[in-house]
């Protein structure tokens, strides 16, 4: 808990004071949302459902509990005065974690605390790209060094065989995972091919240059919708220069990088496979390149059992920036297939659903069941800002279709 705390200190120690109280992304709350958001959330599935424990602010339990994930256009109008100021949330937050501290005290049972954990971890990462769209001086700079432009990558497919692909945790296991991840299941993969790394940023800019977002026939009819409506030309982290491109990083504006994975969201993944007359892969393709092997056992990791080091790809805060999707050789699965952990979460096009024998977790039943809308879509792997601890096999994570915002990747394959 002390690590995860530190980590989402960490980055609200980035913000200037009047940072805290703006709105990056008009989908979602304010950033001082997620200041009282982390501990309320802590308060509420532990101090309060776990222990009894009487309020210590029944206003916060109550402002601070939910985030919001708007998917019917209908945007927030709260406006910086309607929230509380700083000192007070803050306050507040040194009380909560001295009351939790004490519950953890009290208890060998350890469900409720890795709960809370990987939420505060999941909201890190969703800090990181909230504060990636904030002006870059209402934000304190570390010191991060300007990234040196690599030499193009040498794209190509690799064939994966046909086999089994086990997705899910058996519940019996007594390993920790988020309701969604149960039960264990296994699906049989015909053979496919596969790019050995994700799509870069040099090969989305021929698709642009083609003309890719003035194509009806690359979009489905709602993604077309969007396109047309929000008028989006381009990745949302890429900066028109000087007839050129720059990229957009957390703390900087910088020379294009061709060799860097690119960011879109799913409907723009979909768009490009269908320009190269392919598809994103599902769920399952993933699994049986990343955790396959030609002779039917299946790995933890794609490099092996062993657990994730900094060889293996960019991922657990190591960097602020992706790198160049061929940066991390060791990292390759069975089948030769890179940068499949870390450097950008991959889409997926499998929609985000129900593994038979789901059960909701009693103390948080909308965690997943929320989602089961038909319209989110799991992505696997993880990006840059993504903890080790989120790193196993079973994680699934999921999107709308037509969110730019997240550091999302994707690969293409053919059947």
């Not at 990558?153 to 945790?169: C, D, N």
């Not at 003035?214 to 989006?232: D, H, K, L, Q, Y």
């Not at 129900?354 to 059960?359: K, L, N, Q, T």
């Amino acid at each position: 808990m002390q690590t995860a705390r530190m980590r989402s200190d960490e980055i609200f120690s980035l913000l200037s004071p009047e940072g805290l109280y703006e709105r990056p992304i008009a989908e979602r709350h304010r950033l001082v949302f997620y200041l009282g958001h982390l501990e309320t959330f802590d308060w509420n599935l532990i101090c309060a459902g776990g222990f009894g424990m009487k309020s210590l602010n029944p206003q916060f339990d109550r402002l601070f509990a939910f985030g919001i994930d708007p998917t019917n256009g209908n945007l927030p109008g709260d406006t910086a005065r309607d929230w509380p100021r700083e000192a007070e949330i803050r306050n507040y937050n040194e009380r909560v974690r001295t009351a939790l501290d004490t519950c953890f005290e009290q208890t060998a049972d350890d469900l409720l605390f890795r709960v809370a954990i990987e939420h505060r971890l999941m909201h890190v990462e969703t800090l990181a790209y909230l504060l990636h769209g904030l002006p870059y001086s209402m934000k304190k700079s570390p010191l991060v060094a300007e990234a040196s432009v690599t030499p193009p990558v040498m794209h190509r497919q690799m064939p994966v065989s046909g086999g089994m692909a086990t997705l899910g945790l058996e519940r019996a296991s007594g390993e920790f995972g988020w309701d969604n991840e149960f039960d264990v299941h296994q699906v049989h993969v015909p053979e496919f091919t596969i790019d050995v790394y994700k799509v870069t940023n040099g090969q989305y800019l021929e698709f642009v240059r083609a003309g890719g977002y003035n194509e009806r026939s690359f979009w489905s009819a709602p993604s077309w919708e969007w396109i047309s409506a929000s008028g989006v030309q381009h990745p949302k982290f890429w900066k028109p220069a000087s007839g050129g491109w720059r990229c957009q990083t957390m703390f900087a504006d910088m020379e294009f990088q061709p060799s860097w994975p690119v960011y879109v969201s799913h409907a723009e993944a979909e768009a490009y496979c269908r320009w190269k007359g392919k598809a994103l892969p599902t769920e399952a393709q993933y699994h049986r390149a990343a955790f396959g092997t030609p002779h039917g056992m299946e790995r933890a990791f794609p490099w092996g059992d062993t657990p994730p080091q900094a060889q293996h790809g960019n991922f657990n805060f190591q960097r602020w920036n992706p790198t160049s999707v061929n940066s991390h050789p060791e990292g390759q699965s069975a089948f030769g297939v890179e940068d499949l952990m870390g450097n950008g979460w991959e889409w997926t096009s499998t929609v985000f659903a129900p593994f038979h024998g789901f059960e909701p977790f009693p103390f948080y039943p909308g965690y997943s069941a929320d989602f089961f809308d038909g319209n989110h879509y799991v992505m696997k792997g993880g990006s840059s800002r993504t903890s080790a601890l989120l790193l196993r096999r079973s994680f699934r994570n999921w999107f709308q279709p037509r969110y730019p915002h997240i550091y999302a990747s994707f690969r293409c394959v053919q059947s």
